[in-house]
């Protein structure tokens, strides 16, 4: 759906607020238009941005989850989603979309994957026990 002239003029002056890192505003701008538009993609690329800025990266994660395959075919936004993604820790999804990329991105990857190891290795271990005991259940036991 084409947003209206008034709803563009919504739109860039969120991404101007954007720049000038007033991200409240562009999340109050923003959920205007979604709420006429809620399957727009630059409008729910801009509020991924806008949350993850916020700290608010669990929600940016999700909508990026939600819209991966959309957000990926516009090249620039690329970096950004694979940015939020490794700050999440979600290096699968991180993966799938520098995979749709034509630039190289396993280096940081990797090493953000590697961070992660070093900086959670109890966290890890504690889950690894955890995945191995239950794949030792059977099925109907919980």
């Known amino acids: 759906m084409q947003l209206s002239k008034n709803d563009q003029v919504i739109l860039m002056s969120a991404q101007e607020d954007y720049d000038d890192q007033r991200f409240n505003q562009v999340m109050h701008k923003v959920e205007h238009l979604l709420a006429k538009y809620p399957k727009q993609i630059d409008v729910n690329f801009l509020r991924t941005k806008a949350l993850f800025k916020l700290k608010r990266t669990a929600e940016a994660q999700s909508i990026i989850n939600r819209y991966e395959d959309e957000f990926v075919r516009v090249a620039e936004w690329i970096p950004s989603l694979i940015e939020i993604s490794l700050k999440n820790a979600h290096f699968m999804v991180a993966r799938e979309i520098a995979a749709q990329s034509v630039a190289d991105w396993r280096t940081q990857i990797l090493a ?27 099925a109907y036991t919980r």
Request: charged letters at 20%.
């Open 112 to 138: 953000a994957e590697e961070n992660y190891r070093q900086q959670h290795a109890e966290l890890l271990d504690q889950q690894i026990n955890q995945f191995a005991h239950i794949g030792g259940l059977n």
